[in-house]
């Protein structure tokens, strides 16, 4: 079992900044590629970014790509989501996810990640 736990939500203007992070306890971070899932109201939870267990392998949506950056620290047990620029459509509540079995960009579906955070709202105002 790993236990995710996100923070750093908020509400925040278009244009500006977040950092969301999500610390994991349980079995061996570093084992783990890791994801970040939003979900809008009314829409299904979709894939935002990817790392894998090293940090050298990053993928992204492309509705983020170069805004969002996902990082990690092995030794810290966390991974960070940085979001610059910030639009109204980036509203959502966030989510972290942990998968044993994803290595490099093929790793957007939900169905890949066995273990899930609870969430952490973003909410983008115009």
């Known amino acids: 079992q790993v236990q995710l736990v996100e923070s750093g939500g908020g509400l925040v203007q278009a244009g500006g900044s977040l950092r969301l992070s999500c610390g994991a306890s349980?079995?061996?971070?570093?084992?783990?590629?890791l994801g970040w899932f939003r979900q809008a109201p009314g829409n299904e939870r979709e894939f935002v970014a990817f790392i894998n267990w090293s940090g050298g392998t990053t993928y992204y949506a492309d509705s983020v790509k170069g805004r969002f950056t996902i990082s990690r620290d092995n030794a810290k047990n966390t991974v960070s989501l940085q979001m610059n620029s910030l639009k109204p459509e980036d509203t959502a509540v966030y989510y972290c996810a942990a998968s044993s079995g994803c290595t490099g960009s093929g790793c957007a579906a939900r169905s890949l990640y066995a273990y899930w955070g609870q969430g952490t709202q973003v909410t983008v105002s115009s």
């Open positions: 349980g079995r061996t971070f570093s084992n783990y590629g």
